[in-house]
T-cell receptor, first 114, second 117 residues
């Protein structure tokens, strides 16, 4: 039983470039969450999906951010025209949707915008 | 609005001793869940323990137990018999009622725990 997988683990990019991150949830988990964590802070919610439907988006998710989960399995998070303030750890979590409703996290993607 | 407060930025504990990490919360939801996660320096957020607001007994998972005091709105994590591998950041988080779209976790700032040999 594999856990939540995120790719890449690290991404260094120049300001103004576009980046895309991928998250593969635990098999048969129908809910998927994205969070952002900056240094010294707890994670902040960005968005979540139930199957392929995006049900909630944070106001943190500006127009430069977009997330998809086209077939209700893996998800991508894209940041367009990156800014230095986007430098953070991007965490993905999945949840079964039944029973105990625990969010299980991947190892995260650490983004550095130069 | 929901809020989690962790007042201990850093804690030290001697190996094999017990340590308590504090967490207080604020919510107007009648039903809610409280979570503790561990984040080692590698960055992965590891689930430790969950307490539902209507659970009659305090949650326990191996060396982890949750001291839940509903009237005081506190949900402290107790780690017994500390090990060197317990050195990490520890986050308390809360989620409100499952009704509607209120599924996101609200997080505290975390407590950095160092276990001394």
């Amino acid at each position: 039983d594999t856990g939540v997988s995120q790719d890449p683990r690290h991404k260094i990019t120049k300001r103004g470039q576009n980046v895309t991150f991928r998250c593969d949830p635990i098999s048969e988990h129908n809910r998927l969450y994205w969070y952002r964590q900056t240094l010294g802070q707890g994670p902040e919610f960005l968005t979540y999906f139930q199957n392929e439907a995006q049900l909630e988006k944070s106001r943190l998710l500006s127009d430069r951010f977009s997330a998809e989960r086209p077939k209700g399995s893996f998800s991508t998070l894209e940041i367009q025209r990156t800014e230095q303030g986007d430098s953070a750890m991007y965490l993905c979590a999945s949840e079964q949707g039944e029973g105990e409703n625990i969010q299980y996290f991947g190892a995260g993607t650490r983004l550095s915008v130069l | 609005a929901q809020k989690i407060t962790q007042t201990q930025p850093g804690m030290f504990v001697q190996e094999k001793e017990a340590v308590t990490l504090d967490c207080t919360y604020d919510t107007s939801d009648p039903s809610y869940g409280l979570f503790w996660y561990k984040q080692p320096s590698s960055g992965e957020m590891i689930f430790l323990i969950y307490q539902g607001s209507y659970d009659q007994q305090n949650a326990t998972e191996g060396r982890y137990s949750l001291n839940f005091q509903k009237a005081r709105k506190s949900a402290n994590l107790v780690i017994s018999a500390s090990q060197l591998g317990d050195s990490a950041m520890y986050f308390c988080a809360m989620r409100g009622s499952h009704a509607g779209n209120n599924r996101k976790l609200i997080w505290g700032l975390g407590t950095s725990l160092a276990v001394n040999p």
